[in-house]
């Protein structure tokens, strides 16, 4: 089989049980014996052998040889032999320990890895009522409904002024259908600095009392 096959099919059995961190090197240039190191991590006792099994599964189902395997009493690092290529599957503390990328990390060789990359969270869509609570927050919402409130306020101190328009209106109406103006409207012209009746009352005394007992008669 093909090592370019080969490494594919190792890396998809790893992915199938969530296996994390896997990286491939390409070792031709250190061994004779194997051309692939690839180094997986599980997360618990248990998964590292259920990773080693998918691997060897994988492996068999692609129609190569099948896997040796070693280290699988224990969990902690188990070394699944491909021939061209050598998994090893470790817990998160033996790889830190023993950190095989240092013996066999020089030539890194570059796959499409699933568990290496970035997964988006897609946002669920918010409901009508969150939405809505949003938008009253909001400073603009805000702003409007102060602007709302103010010409409330503005036409509530106009009405007195507005309500006193029709009283006027009602009032020169009915002074131009009777010719004469009403007693609230009725105003004293003066003439020569003096009111009308001012005047007739100054014209009565300024008269003979003769004349002024005639004009009684």
């Not at 006027?168 to 409207?185: E, L, V």
Request: net charge positive; glycine share 6%.
């Amino acid at each position: 089989m093909d090592i370019r096959k080969l490494q594919r099919v190792i890396v998809d059995g790893l992915e199938d049980v969530k296996a994390q961190n896997i990286v491939v090197f390409n070792t031709e240039h250190l061994s004779p014996l194997f051309e692939r190191v690839i180094v997986a991590s599980g997360t618990s006792n248990r998964q590292p052998k259920s990773l080693a099994a998918s691997v060897r599964d994988a492996v068999r189902a692609a129609g190569a040889p099948p896997p040796r395997t070693e280290g699988e009493a224990n969990g902690e690092w188990i070394i699944v032999d491909c021939g061209a290529a050598v998994v090893h599957v470790m817990q998160p503390a033996i790889r830190d320990y023993y950190h095989l990328e240092e013996l066999w990390g020089e030539k890194p060789v570059k796959m499409k890895i699933a568990s290496a990359m970035p997964r988006l969270v897609k946002a669920a869509p918010a409901s009508r009522e969150a939405a809505a609570a949003r938008e009253a927050a909001s400073p603009r919402s805000a702003a409007h409904h102060a602007a709302a409130t103010h010409r409330g306020a503005a036409a509530a101190r106009a009405s007195p002024a507005r309500s006193g328009a029709p009283a006027k209106r009602a009032a020169s109406a009915k002074r131009t259908a009777t010719g004469r103006a009403t007693p609230s409207q009725r105003v004293i012209r003066s003439v020569g600095g003096k009111s009308g009746v001012a005047k007739k009352a100054t014209r009565a005394s300024a008269r003979p009392p003769a004349k002024r007992a005639a004009a009684k008669r």
